[in-house]
């Protein structure tokens, strides 16, 4: 696992926009998806597990992003319809 996270930063520059604990949970998960997608001969989880982690470092990188999206809004929008009923 050291040495995953010692050449993730290469790999995926990106990942130094996560926080450290992020890295250890995308390093983890990375390799856990890589085992199950070899699994089954479909590598689509690996790139879409990817893609999900660097829109999450993305937002990191950019502060009024990320506190907005973390901040408390202190409000209740209310019952959220169901999009089935939308279309």
Known sequence: ???LLDI???AFPWVRFLPEPDVHA???ELVDTMRAADSIGNSASV???LT???HSAEVHSDPELLA???RDHEADYGQVPDPR???
Request: no cysteine; charged share 15%; net charge negative.
């Open 8 to 10: 993730l930063p290469d």
């Open 68 to 70: 907005a999206l973390t």
């Open 1 to 3: 696992m050291e040495l």
């Open 47 to 49: 790139a879409q597990l």
């Open 52 to 54: 999900a982690w660097q």
């Open 85 to 87: 009923e939308l279309a």
């Open 26 to 28: 995308f390093a983890v």
